[in-house]
């Protein structure tokens, strides 16, 4: 069974500081992809990164970066600078390359942004 | 370019009664999947397809039907509602590369209530 951990049910973070979310996965696969979702109240699901587990190099998206530790099975967001609007529940989700459509998600960090 | 969409934002439903959610993409995906979400449970994955006439099951299929007759729709159907089916329901969809699922796409939700 795929597994998909997130150990931080909630997190806060000052504006314009910097936070990591984590997530560790369970696999016996070697290519997958990893991703972070971001829910904010709306209940809208929204990319945040994507990282394919072949790629060495951690994946950027402006202030989001990830940390992907492939032989630990850990793959973290860092949020710099955060901001008011990144508050909302951020999901770490796993894909089987060769599965075609099977995600698998984590339960959630809600994340808090204090003014 | 209307993206995901789906019908209706909230539906109440007695115990027993059956069904059917709704989900259209207009963005020529070949991949479409059913996601219910449970407070502390993240998104699970109840059923996804991979083209038109081609449907399987995923982590939590039991009390749903789904058929996908064309590329655009995917109806989910409860065939005889019971209050465990009260959920967040969420149609996503992804084109593919090489058989392979990129990005999903995630429609607005369904909220269901089963009394």
């Known amino acids: 069974a795929q597994t998909v951990t997130q150990s931080q049910p909630e997190m806060s973070v000052q504006e314009a500081e910097t936070v990591t979310l984590s997530c560790t996965y369970d696999t016996s696969e070697s290519d997958y992809y990893l991703f972070w979702y971001k829910q904010p109240p709306s209940r809208q699901m929204i990319l945040v990164i994507r990282q394919e587990a072949y790629k060495q190099q951690n994946a950027t998206e402006n202030r989001f970066s990830v940390n992907f530790q492939k032989a630990a099975k850990s793959f973290s967001l860092k949020i710099s600078d955060s901001q008011l609007g990144d508050a909302a529940m951020y999901f770490c989700?796993?894909?089987?390359?060769?599965?075609?459509?099977?995600?698998?998600f984590g339960t959630g960090t809600s994340l808090t942004v204090i003014p | 370019n209307a993206g995901v969409t789906q019908t209706p934002k909230f539906q109440v439903l007695k115990t027993g009664q059956s069904m059917t959610l709704q989900c259209a993409q207009d963005?020529?995906?070949?991949?479409m999947s059913w996601y219910r979400q449970d407070p502390g449970m993240g998104l699970r994955l109840i059923h996804y397809s991979v083209g038109a006439g081609i449907t399987d099951q995923g982590e939590v299929p039991n009390g749903y039907n789904v058929s996908r007759s064309t590329t655009e729709d995917f109806p989910l159907r409860l065939l005889s509602a019971a209050p465990s089916q009260t959920s967040v329901y969420f149609c996503?969809?992804?084109?593919?590369?090489?058989?392979?699922?990129?990005?999903?796409?995630f429609g607005p939700g369904t909220r269901l209530l089963v009394l």
């Open positions: 996503a969809s992804s084109y593919s590369t090489s058989g392979r699922a990129e990005t999903q796409y």
């Open positions: 963005m020529n995906h070949e991949y």
């Open positions: 989700a796993y894909r089987i390359s060769n599965t075609g459509n099977q995600f698998y």
